[in-house]
């Protein structure tokens, strides 16, 4: 029998007319079990389920649209009905060539499976209810009028407090903002790493994450569940610590269709219910598994968003690497991020290039998306470059010209190195060039532990540290000296896309910075076959410095790398035109 501990999870993303995609977790083989979240969590949420069963199971843990990786649905209604969603699964399963399958669904994902049920039930060949139940809307009304807070990005940062407040409080109290005795819960709080993985698909969700998590609470009810028309059934799990609602469904009477499941108090009592259901009534008769499923798709789009870049994970040595493509035409752009950051810190170039050029932009290992882990002990800046030569070898023959930042830029180096063949040319931004006062005060200061505690706090220093990289170079130094010249561009969205993403990779980013400081890339630059430029785009925290550099790196240099300082503009057409250029050779002027 397979262990839990060694199945192997793939992650994979189909996408929907319109381009949209939705994301999903598969392991086994067998009959499809179809797993379905509570909101506004995602698929990471059914690991445990989907280890159990993949012994003898095709297990795919599938995004809801709007929460984990899966895009909103189309048109991103504010306040959608949850049979609104009900479609998006229907094209998933035509994508992935499922014709009738096992739905399990827990909390907003039960009352999805039974919607579903419901209304396809020549698709489900057995529908699973977890943690549903039947709650008057009187009561419902009472209990929600301030479950939901606002959690839109405030400058002061203090929305990701609310954030925390609440999903460490969802395992004290039920409902999670009444605190009073009579509704606390008698269970141990998890550990900071756990409610801060929790909290991230919060973040994941953004300020809309009551899309579906609000009509998931009206739709639980007896008179809707009660129609199903297929085989299906309740667990009644004692670990559960308000049970109330299960058993109100219960005493209202199920149809002979149900199976109530009880379970005892632990996860694996949980687990073993439905997995030996399974295997009894579903899985002697069910229908085997499409052989192979489908990758993203290959299709345009047309928007100039970079989340209309198509996603996908590519495998390498320690995991998989989440992937952002756009087709194009000539050779390949290869987008490489800074330390602290994830693809998604590219965009503007990635908008720039998109339908002028092939592009790619990758996750490293250990940041954003991607699940790869490399070695740190051979060197983290050497394992980047090994894990995005690997990616090359998958997604692109020939070479590519390279854009980086920060730490991609000796990520670039050091893949020019390894590999000289693959890589055409190097546009470097904001290369890790510094004297000796700000190597030393950046190898003290520079990146402070962002491990989740207890209380929150580290959310606040993740958010100070973004903010202030906007306000002072380097941020630990406030001081009239230090300020960056220009607005300081303290739009909260967009410091919530960089500290989400600082948060993602929070163990890297002591290590990266560590190695960063030590990587002697104006050594390495020297000699690199192929054009290099330095530059810097206009906007960014570091653009005042491009002259700082030229007395740090030309005593070093032969004639193989331009040191004039490029300035490129902030976004637009204006960017297009200068990346394109500098791309195809043409010099761009400060």
Known sequence: MMSSDTVQVLRAFVTLAGGRQMHYRRAGAGPVVLLLHPSPQSSAFSLPMLRRLAANFTVIAVDTPGYGLSEPLSGDPATPALADYLPAFVEFMDAMGLRRVAFYGNATGAEIAQLFAFAHPERV??????????????????????????VTPRRDGGHLLTHWDMVRSLSLFSPWQKTDAAHQLPVDLPPPRAIHAKMLDYLRAGANYPAAYRPAFYTAKHALISRIPVPATLTRWEGKPDLSEVDELIARGLPSNFTVLRAGPTLDDRLGASERHLLQHYRPTAEPARASPPQSSTGSRSSGDVRRALREFIPVSGGELLVRRSAGPGRPVLLLHDAGSSSRGMCSFLEAL?????????????????????????????????????????????????????????????????????????????????????????????????????????????????????????????????????????????????????????????????????????????????????????????????????????????????????????????????????????????
């Open 125 to 150: 060949a057995l529908c699973m209810l977890d943690t549903a139940g039947h709650k008057e809307d009187a009561d419902l009304d009472a209990m929600l009028g301030d479950y939901f807070p606002d």
């Open 354 to 590: 998109q339908g002028k050029r092939a592009v790619l932009a990758a996750d490293f290992p250990g940041c954003g998306e991607s699940t790869a882990s490399v070695d740190s002990g051979a060197g983290l800046i050497a394992g980047y470059a090994r894990a995005v030569g690997e990616l090359l070898d998958q997604v692109a023959t020939g070479p590519v010209d390279v854009v980086a930042r920060g730490l991609g830029c000796a990520v670039a180096v050091e893949l020019s190195r390894q590999l000289p063949q693959r890589v055409n040319s190097r546009f470097l931004l904001s290369p890790p060039l510094y004297d000796a006062r700000d190597g030393a005060d950046l190898a003290r200061l520079g990146s402070p532990d962002l491990s989740p505690r207890w209380d929150g706090s580290h959310l606040v220093t993740a958010w100070s540290v973004v903010r202030d990289a906007r306000l002072f170079w380097p941020f630990f130094r406030r001081e009239r000296a230090a300020i960056i010249p220009g607005d300081a561009r303290l739009d909260p969205s967009l410091l919530q896309q960089d500290v989400e993403d600082l948060l993602l990779g929070f163990e890297a980013w002591p290590l990266q910075w560590r190695e960063l400081l030590e990587y002697p890339l104006a050594d390495h630059l020297a000699g690199l076959p192929g054009p290099t430029l330095l530059g810097e785009q206009a906007g960014t925290p570091t653009a005042h410095r491009v002259a700082a550099w030229v007395p740090l790196i030309t005593p070093r240099l032969g004639g193989s790398c331009s040191v004039a300082p490029a300035l490129l503009p902030a976004g637009g057409r204006a960017l297009q035109d200068a990346l394109l250029g500098l791309l195809a050779g043409r010099a761009t002027s400060p």
